[in-house]
C-alpha cells in the first residue's frame, strides 16, 4: 500500500466531504451475522472536531472531480483544487481497519459526479455491495444518492444501505435554480418518492415475511444549506415540513453556509458562518418532531424569522401567554411539553412522579427543569408562584438579563451615546 | 447513628439490609470495607456477608420492583461511585417501606439521586464504547486500555461481544486493574502483570506492522474533517473531556 498517496487522497477527499453535516448512525437494526465484522443499531459518537461536530461515520467522497458548477461547493467544476479519487478497495480497506479499531460506526459515502449520476452510483454502490458481501461487514453504511438516478440503481443501493440521502441543498427551486444551475429539483425529489415508496413497501413485507431482505433500514434524510441564499426561516421550516410530512425523512438537516468561494450570488468570503440560526432551526426542528408543534405556531405570517435572543419555544410561548400559568401536578402532558425549560425527558419524569405525590419547585428543579426560565409559566405544590402581570416582553427581558448566552461574543452591543 | 460496615459487594449490602430491618438500626449510616479501619472513632457494626439473608432480601425487591428495576439497582451500586452507598440504601428502604412500586416516584430524593447515579453510569458505559481505541496486536489481537470514572467494564460485554465477533480483543481498566478478554468464543475477565510487558522495547515489538499506519491515517482524517471557521473549544472539550484524551488515539 503506497501510505503518502492514500494520506494525501483522504486528506482531499474527507476535507471535500466535510461540508455535508449528517453524522447520524442511529435507527438501524443491522445485526452481526455469521461471526462477521460488525452490527449497527443506535449510533454512537466516536470523536469530536475541535469545532464541536460529533464524528461517528469515515465520511468522504469517492471522488471530487465533478461536472457540476454549483456556487456553493468547494467541488466545484470551476474552482482551481486538487482532485483525487479513491479506487473502490481503498474505501474498503480504510472502512474495515477503521471500523476494526472502533474509530467509527460505519462508512459515509459520497462523490462528486464524473460522467453522469448513473456511473457514479454504480461505484458507491459497488463499494457497499463489497462491504457486505466480500467481508461481511453488518456496520452502518450511509449512501449518498446522486440527483437524476436510476430507480434500478436505487433499489440495489437500498438492498446494502442502511440510509440514503439526497441532498435538497437549498430550501427552494428558486434558490436551487441560482446557484446550482445544473442541478433540478426534480431529480432529487423523484429518487426520494421513489425511497419513500419502497420503505413504506419493504416494511409492509418484513410484516409478512420475517426474512423479507432489509431496505435502507435507518430510512432516508436529507440537507439544505442556509444563509447562502436569502431565503428566510419560514421558507426553510415549511419546507422541511412538508418533506418530513410527504417522504417519511427521519432527518433534515441545516448546514449553515461556510464561505469557501468568492461568487457574486453568494455571501462575501468573509461573512460569519450562521451558527446562532443554524442552532435555532434545529430547535425548531426539534419542537416539531418530539415537542407537538405544528410548523405554523413556530413561524407564520407574522413572525417569518426565528427570535435569534431566545429559543423558539421560550418564543412561542411569549406570544401565547393566554395559554399559561400551566399546573405541573394536573396538566396533560402535551401541555407540559410546550413549557419553556422543561425537554422531554424532564416532561415524562413529571408525568410519572406526579401519581406519588405534588411536586414542588426543589423537586422540579432536581428533576433537571430550567426554573429560570420555567416559573413565569407554571405553578406547582408551592404558594410561591409569578403574580405580577407580566407581558412576554417583560418576561423576555427578565430572563436575557439573567442568562449567560453561549452566544454572547457574536451579539454586537449597540454604542451607548449618552 | 448506628454505623455498619459491609464488604463492599451487592450480597453485603443485601444483608446490611436484613440487619437493619430485622435489628431495628435506624438510622444508620453505610460504609464500605474493613471495619477495623473506622472503629478507632465511632462504634461499629460489622455486616458479614449472608447469602440466604441477602437471597431473601433480594426476593422481596424482585415482588416490588420490575425486573429492570432491580437491575437499575444492582447497576448503580456495581459502578462503586464513593458515598452514594446510604443512598441506595435509602431507595432500598424506599421500596420496602411502600405499598407500591416506588421506581417513577421521582419526587422522592432516594428516587432521583438513584436516577442520577443511573445517568452518570450509563454515560460513562456510551463513553466507553465510543472512546475505547483498539490497538492491533502481533498476535492478532485487539487491544485497548480505559480509565473510566466509575466501573463500568462488566457493562461494556454485551455491546463489544456482539459487535467485533471476528478478532480477539481486550479491553483493560488500568485503573480498577482489571480486564475483558474475548477469545472469538466467549469473554472472561483478566487481570494481568504489567511490569515485564511495559517495558518500552517490549510495547513497540507488540504492535503489529500496519497499526502506525491506521493510527496516521486516522489522525489525518480527523484534522481533515475539521472546519476552522466553526471553531468552539468549549463544545469539544464538552463532548470529550481532557481526562479521556490520552487513550485517544486523535487527541495524543
Given at each position: 500500500?503506497?501510505?503518502?498517496?492514500?494520506?494525501e487522497?483522504?486528506?482531499?477527499?474527507?476535507?471535500?466531504?466535510?461540508?455535508?453535516?449528517?453524522?447520524a448512525?442511529?435507527?438501524?437494526?443491522?445485526k452481526?451475522?455469521d461471526?462477521?465484522?460488525?452490527?449497527?443499531?443506535?449510533?454512537?459518537?466516536?470523536?469530536?472536531?475541535e469545532d464541536g461536530?460529533?464524528?461517528?461515520?469515515l465520511?468522504i467522497?469517492?471522488?471530487?472531480?465533478c461536472i457540476?458548477?454549483c456556487?456553493?461547493?468547494?467541488?466545484r467544476k470551476?474552482?482551481?483544487?486538487?482532485?483525487?479519487a479513491?479506487?473502490?478497495?481503498?474505501?474498503?480497506d480504510?472502512?474495515?481497519?477503521?471500523?476494526?479499531r472502533?474509530?467509527?460506526?460505519?462508512?459515509?459515502l459520497?462523490?462528486?459526479?464524473?460522467?453522469?449520476?448513473d456511473?457514479?452510483?454504480?461505484?458507491?454502490?459497488?463499494?457497499?455491495?463489497k462491504?457486505?458481501t466480500?467481508?461481511?461487514?453488518n456496520?452502518?453504511?450511509?449512501?449518498?444518492?446522486?440527483?437524476?438516478?436510476?430507480?434500478?440503481?436505487?433499489?440495489e443501493?437500498?438492498l446494502?444501505?442502511?440510509?440514503?440521502?439526497v441532498?435538497?441543498?437549498?430550501?427552494?427551486?428558486?434558490g436551487l435554480?441560482?446557484?446550482?444551475?445544473?442541478?433540478?429539483?426534480?431529480?432529487?425529489?423523484?429518487?426520494?418518492?421513489?425511497?419513500?415508496?419502497?420503505?413504506?413497501?419493504?416494511?409492509?413485507?418484513?410484516k409478512?415475511?420475517?426474512?423479507a431482505?432489509?431496505?435502507?433500514?435507518?430510512g432516508?434524510?436529507t440537507?439544505?444549506?442556509v444563509?447562502?441564499?436569502?431565503?428566510?426561516?419560514?421558507?426553510?421550516?415549511q419546507?422541511?415540513?412538508?418533506?418530513?410530512?410527504?417522504?417519511?425523512?427521519?432527518?433534515v438537516?441545516?448546514?449553515?453556509?461556510?464561505?469557501?468561494l468568492?461568487d457574486r450570488?453568494?455571501p462575501?468570503?468573509n461573512?460569519?458562518v450562521?451558527?446562532?440560526?443554524?442552532?435555532?432551526?434545529?430547535?425548531?426542528d426539534?419542537?416539531?418532531?418530539?415537542?407537538?408543534?405544528?410548523?405554523n405556531?413556530?413561524?407564520?405570517?407574522q413572525?417569518p424569522l426565528?427570535?435569534l435572543d431566545?429559543?423558539?419555544?421560550?418564543?412561542w410561548?411569549?406570544?401565547?401567554?393566554?395559554a399559561?400559568?400551566v399546573?405541573?401536578n394536573?396538566?396533560?402532558?402535551q401541555?407540559?411539553l410546550?413549557?419553556?425549560?422543561i425537554?422531554?425527558?424532564?416532561?415524562?419524569k413529571i408525568?410519572?412522579?406526579?401519581?406519588?405525590a405534588?411536586?414542588?419547585?426543589?423537586q422540579?428543579?432536581?428533576i433537571?427543569?430550567?426554573?429560570?426560565r420555567?416559573?413565569y409559566?407554571?405553578?406547582?405544590?408551592?404558594?410561591?408562584f409569578?403574580?405580577?402581570?407580566?407581558?412576554g416582553?417583560?418576561i423576555?427581558q427578565f430572563i436575557?438579563a439573567?442568562?449567560?448566552?453561549?452566544?454572547?461574543?457574536?451579539?454586537?452591543t449597540?454604542l451607548n451615546?449618552f | 447513628?448506628?454505623t455498619?460496615?459491609y464488604?463492599?459487594?451487592?450480597?453485603?449490602?443485601l444483608t446490611?439490609?436484613?440487619?437493619?430491618?430485622?435489628?431495628?438500626l435506624?438510622p444508620?449510616?453505610?460504609?464500605?470495607?474493613e471495619w477495623?479501619?473506622?472503629?478507632?472513632?465511632?462504634?461499629?457494626?460489622?455486616i458479614?456477608?449472608?447469602e440466604?439473608r441477602?437471597?431473601?432480601?433480594?426476593?422481596?425487591?424482585?415482588k416490588?420492583?420490575?425486573?429492570a428495576g432491580?437491575q437499575r439497582?444492582y447497576?448503580?451500586h456495581?459502578a462503586?461511585?464513593?458515598?452514594e452507598?446510604?443512598?441506595?440504601?435509602g431507595?432500598?428502604?424506599?421500596?420496602?417501606?411502600?405499598?407500591?412500586?416506588?421506581?417513577?416516584?421521582y419526587?422522592n430524593?432516594?428516587?432521583m439521586?438513584?436516577?442520577?447515579?443511573?445517568?452518570?453510569?450509563?454515560?460513562?458505559?456510551?463513553?466507553?464504547?465510543?472512546?475505547?481505541?483498539f490497538?492491533k496486536?502481533n498476535?492478532?489481537?485487539?487491544?485497548?486500555?480505559i480509565e473510566?470514572?466509575?466501573?463500568?467494564?462488566?457493562?461494556?460485554?454485551?455491546?463489544f461481544?456482539?459487535?467485533y465477533?471476528?478478532?480477539?480483543?481486550?479491553?483493560?481498566?488500568?485503573?480498577?486493574n482489571?480486564?475483558?478478554?474475548?477469545?472469538?468464543?466467549?469473554?472472561?475477565?483478566?487481570?494481568?502483570?504489567?511490569d515485564?510487558?511495559?517495558?518500552?522495547?517490549?510495547?513497540?515489538?507488540a504492535?503489529?506492522?500496519?497499526?502506525?499506519?491506521?493510527?496516521?491515517?486516522?489522525?489525518?482524517y480527523f484534522?481533515?474533517?475539521?472546519?476552522a471557521?466553526?471553531?468552539?473549544t468549549?463544545?469539544?472539550?464538552?463532548h470529550?473531556?481532557?481526562?479521556?484524551?490520552r487513550?485517544?488515539?486523535e487527541?495524543?
Open positions: 500500500m503506497n501510505v503518502g498517496r492514500i494520506t487522497k483522504l486528506n482531499i477527499l474527507a476535507d471535500a466531504a466535510k461540508y455535508d453535516v449528517s453524522c448512525s442511529s435507527g438501524s437494526n443491522r452481526n451475522k461471526k462477521g465484522l460488525g452490527n449497527a443499531s443506535n449510533g454512537i459518537c466516536h470523536s469530536y472536531t461536530r460529533c464524528v461517528s461515520l465520511k467522497l469517492l471522488t471530487n472531480h457540476f458548477d456556487a456553493y461547493c468547494v467541488s470551476n474552482n482551481d483544487i486538487k482532485r483525487a479513491f479506487t473502490v478497495q481503498e474505501v474498503v480504510l472502512t474495515i481497519n477503521f471500523y476494526r472502533n474509530y467509527i460506526e460505519g462508512l459515509f459520497s462523490s462528486g459526479i464524473f460522467k453522469n449520476a456511473y457514479t452510483m454504480e461505484r458507491l454502490v459497488h463499494v457497499a455491495k462491504l457486505r466480500e467481508h461481511n461487514f456496520g452502518y453504511i450511509h449512501l449518498k444518492s446522486i440527483p437524476g438516478v436510476s430507480a434500478e440503481l436505487m433499489q443501493a437500498g446494502y444501505a442502511d440510509r440514503l440521502s441532498n435538497l441543498e437549498m430550501p427552494t427551486e428558486a435554480k441560482l446557484l446550482a444551475p445544473d442541478k433540478n429539483r426534480q431529480d432529487m425529489i423523484d429518487p426520494m418518492h421513489f425511497l419513500s415508496r419502497e420503505i413504506i413497501r419493504n416494511t409492509e413485507e418484513k409478512l415475511f420475517k426474512n431482505p432489509m431496505f435502507a433500514p435507518a432516508q434524510s440537507q439544505v444549506i444563509g447562502a441564499t436569502p431565503e428566510s426561516d419560514q421558507q426553510v421550516l419546507s422541511a415540513n412538508y418533506f418530513y410530512r410527504n417522504f417519511n425523512l427521519k432527518r438537516y441545516y448546514s449553515g453556509y461556510v464561505p469557501v468568492a450570488r453568494l462575501a468570503l461573512t460569519a450562521p451558527l446562532v440560526r443554524e442552532n435555532r432551526l434545529y430547535q425548531a426539534w419542537l416539531m418532531r418530539f415537542y407537538g408543534f405544528h410548523v405556531e413556530i413561524v407564520n405570517n413572525n426565528l427570535d431566545i429559543d423558539p419555544k421560550l418564543s410561548a411569549i406570544r401565547n401567554m393566554q399559561f400559568p399546573d405541573i394536573k396538566a396533560d402532558l401541555l407540559i410546550r413549557v419553556p425549560g425537554g422531554l425527558l424532564s416532561a415524562q408525568v410519572a412522579a406526579r401519581k406519588f405534588g411536586l414542588g419547585w426543589e422540579l428543579k432536581k433537571g427543569v430550567a426554573i429560570n420555567a416559573r409559566f407554571i405553578t406547582c405544590k408551592s404558594n410561591e409569578e403574580r405580577r402581570d407580566l407581558t416582553q417583560n423576555k436575557m439573567q442568562s449567560q448566552s453561549k452566544y454572547i461574543k457574536n451579539t454586537q449597540q451615546l | 447513628m448506628n455498619l460496615v464488604d463492599g459487594s451487592f450480597e453485603g449490602l446490611a439490609v436484613f440487619e437493619i430491618y430485622e435489628r431495628k435506624y444508620v449510616k453505610l460504609l464500605k470495607g477495623r479501619s473506622c472503629a478507632l472513632f465511632e462504634e461499629v457494626i460489622p458479614v456477608t449472608d440466604a441477602a437471597g431473601r432480601v433480594l426476593k422481596g425487591l424482585r416490588k420492583l420490575s425486573a432491580v439497582l447497576i448503580s456495581m462503586e461511585i464513593a458515598g452507598d446510604c443512598n441506595v440504601l431507595f432500598i428502604r424506599h421500596v420496602f417501606d411502600s405499598d407500591q412500586n416506588i421506581e417513577e416516584d419526587g430524593r432516594y428516587v439521586r438513584l436516577s442520577e447515579i443511573l445517568k452518570m453510569v450509563r454515560r460513562e458505559k456510551h463513553r466507553m464504547e465510543a472512546f475505547v481505541r490497538q496486536l498476535d492478532g489481537t485487539f487491544y485497548a486500555a473510566p470514572d466509575f466501573n463500568v467494564l462488566p457493562l461494556l460485554i454485551k455491546h461481544k456482539s459487535r465477533t471476528d478478532q480477539k480483543w481486550m479491553i483493560y481498566d488500568i485503573k480498577r482489571y480486564g475483558l478478554y474475548y477469545d472469538l468464543h466467549d469473554t472472561q475477565f483478566i487481570e494481568m502483570n504489567f515485564e510487558l511495559s517495558k518500552p522495547v517490549n510495547v513497540i515489538a504492535y503489529s506492522e500496519d497499526e502506525g499506519v491506521y493510527q496516521d491515517l486516522w489522525k489525518n484534522n481533515s474533517i475539521n472546519i471557521s466553526r471553531k468552539n468549549r463544545l469539544h472539550v464538552r470529550i473531556p481532557r481526562r479521556y484524551w487513550h485517544l488515539t487527541k495524543i
